[in-house]
């Protein structure tokens, strides 16, 4: 069975920085890509970050292009989202997930809160 489990949310001051890890079991992280996605409240759960499955490339949602970095660890099969000059817009639920053509291969987890105040 598929499944992903993030950790590593908490609360920040604004500029400040968290590190989310989305530990996965159940499949190889060399066959699948993995996605960071999020939501605010009142809004539609969004893509943030995703990495693909050789690991060599990844992509960001603008908003949050040179602040986030998404890498991976596949002996530890954990994917991690590195969160740098965190704004109060990046408060949300943060998801980790398996995304594709339609839909998505794994449950959706709990998630982990990021709240971003002063």
């Known amino acids: 069975q598929l499944r992903l489990v993030e950790s590593g949310g908490g609360l920040v001051q604004p500029g400040g920085s968290l590190r989310l890890s989305c530990a996965t079991s159940g499949f190889s992280l060399g066959y699948y890509g993995v996605g960071w996605f999020r939501q605010a409240p009142g809004k539609e759960r969004e893509a943030v970050s995703c990495?693909?499955?050789?690991?060599?490339?990844?992509n960001y949602a603008d908003s949050v292009k040179g602040r986030f970095t998404m890498s991976r660890d596949v002996a530890k099969n954990t994917v991690y989202l590195q969160m740098n000059s965190l704004r109060p817009e990046d408060t949300a639920v943060y998801y980790c997930?398996?995304?594709?053509?339609?839909?998505?291969?794994?449950?959706w987890g709990q998630g982990t809160q990021v709240t971003v105040s002063s």
């Open positions: 990495i693909s499955s050789s690991g060599g490339s990844t």
């Open positions: 997930n398996i995304p594709l053509i339609r839909g998505y291969a794994a449950n």
